[in-house]
């Protein structure tokens, strides 16, 4: 048996693919080795054109007929036969919730080392360093893998420049996909406000401080007034539904990176201030003195967000209410 | 799926995030001498599972550990938050499992107990936050797995989940055995009494090695090595603001965030 050679990248988003491809191509990873793509059930016929666009030197696909559900109990088996005939050194998925899934049922079926949510990897050596966020995203670990064969799920957005395109080789792999072990009931999208906070120039967070779900117009009304989109805690989306999950900022929420975040009435949990490390300039108003988020602070203002917002709503020349 | 559901949990003791400190000179972290406590996610699981049985009147929820001997302490909690047993995998020969370990040790607990017909985890760890033991155990047993649940119900021998993923949510169903692995978003764990924590420090905890599991601290030895922690910091200013009424620290507020150009 020859040893494992060159890097194998999925996702079932074609766009994914073809950013681990990129990031594959143009830092060369596989060291000259093969950079392939699998296609589990796809049935678009353009998709190998664009992965051999993104830099698949083959892409490995699996038809079927109609198409397999996006689902793990599928997918995975279908991708542990073509890692047994690719016998790739990396299978590369994207650190998504379903591709951490996958990679995790992958790994198990195979026996097989793995990692999630890795933003670098490099090649030193016999080796791999990789680079990823720990301790709830609070610090970032550096680890180094010396496995044969690994599976590694990456954290999307990474910096993937274009490369030369590849010729175009697709070669089908036979198999089939097992039936699914779950039966799905029910998909929806998220309903979303239309709020995207990642691009916020200003926003102005609430947290558990907040009494009541009748107060929510007092922090609309200071956002309003100060220019700023309204975020919120984990509590008050997840756990009192006041808010809807695209206003959530925290380490399963949304991470923001704003020119002034205002923390109103949040203690500053360590998945909270994960979501907020980006911004530039921080202000919390709290009642606790001793709250955690003072320290993450640039001007803390201990006091009662009840008394404080309606006084810079008076200095802002802004009133309580809905916008006219 | 019988009457009389069983419920494996797995429990990490792992690092408690909010008490690492970094070397102000390196920026860096020692994991080896950070506070532990339970992985917040996995005291989810321990209350779903426990709320379940509780729902049911008839149950029984299995607390598993694999980890160093003080990972005793989450499964002091676990039975304290209500399971019925805990059950610890250590072994000399492992000290640091990493997640191949203990997705391995977790599915062999299974495999020696003869099985649960629901198996409940963290969505990811506090610490580590991979992921990747739930899938791995199913994928193993070659059982479904349900990630990332927010609402669980178990009905005719069914189980039914809403999951959440970043864009869409999924309602599921599976028959036993499945694993689910949930987030914080399904309940708010019970903080146990006194009482109950106290009787929780009396009951055994039955400790397996992997030789008792049939397997090797060879074969599992890691591949994946934490070489070094760094914890970027953000430096602010820190400053506090305050004044005679809130109208004045208001002021004095918002002409600070003008002079820092945040605010027209």
Known sequence: MTAPQGILCYSEEVDRA??????????????????????????????????????????????????????????????????????????????????????????????????????????????????????????????????????????????????????????????????????????????????????????????????????????????????????????????????????????????????????????????????????????????????????????????????????????????????? | MGDELRIGVAVKHGIDVGLVKADPSTGTVDLSSAPRKTSDFDKNAVEEAVRIRERRGKGQVTAISVGAPAARESLREALAIGADEAILVSDPALPQPDTRAVARALAAVYRKVGGFDLFLFGEGSTDHFSGLVGPRVAGELGIPSLSHVRRLQVQDGEIEVERDLEEEVEVLRARGPVVVTVGQEINTPRLPTFMANLKASKREIRQWTLTDLGLSGTVLQSHLRTDRVAVPQVPRKRQVLSGSSPEEVAQRLLSVLRSEGVLP
Request: a neutral charge.
């Open chain 1, 18 to 324: 073809r950013e681990l491809l990129r990031y594959c191509r143009a830092r060369d990873l596989a060291a000259g080795g093969p950079v392939a793509a699998a296609i589990l059930g796809e049935t678009s016929p353009d998709t190998p054109a664009h992965l051999a666009e993104a830099g698949a030197q083959t892409v490995y696909r699996m038809s079927a007929s109609p198409p397999p559900l996006p689902d793990p109990h599928v997918l995975a088996p279908a991708l542990a036969s073509i890692i047994r005939e690719v016998q790739p050194e990396l299978v590369l998925v994207s650190s998504t919730k379903r591709g951490r899934e996958l990679a995790g049922r992958v790994a198990g079926l195979l026996d097989l080392v793995a990692e999630t949510g890795v933003t670098d990897l490099r090649r030193e050596g016999d080796r791999w360093v990789l680079e990823r966020e720990a301790l709830s995203g609070n610090a970032i670990a550096q680890e180094s893998l010396s496995a044969p064969v690994a599976v590694i799920a990456m954290t999307p957005g990474l910096e993937a420049p274009a490369v030369p395109p590849a010729p175009l080789a697709v070669r089908d792999v036979a198999g089939s996909f097992p039936p699914p072990l779950t039966e799905l009931r029910e998909r929806r999208k998220k309903s979303g406000g239309g709020v995207r906070l990642e691009d916020a120039e200003r926003i102005v967070t609430v947290g558990r401080g907040l009494r009541q779900r009748e107060d929510i117009p007092l922090v609309e009304s200071l956002a309003r007034a100060l220019g700023a989109a309204v975020g919120c805690t984990r509590p008050l989306a997840a756990e009192a539904g006041w808010f809807s999950d695209d206003h959530w900022i925290g380490l399963t929420g949304h991470r923001v990176k704003p020119k002034l975040y205002v923390a109103v009435g949040v203690s500053g949990a360590v998945q909270h201030l994960v979501g907020m490390r980006g911004s530039r300039l921080v202000v919390a108003i709290n009642k606790d003195p001793n709250a955690p988020i003072f320290q993450q602070a640039d001007y803390g203002v201990p006091g009662d967000l009840y008394q404080l917002i309606p006084a810079l709503l008076k200095v802002l020349g802004a009133s309580v209410g809905t916008p006219s």
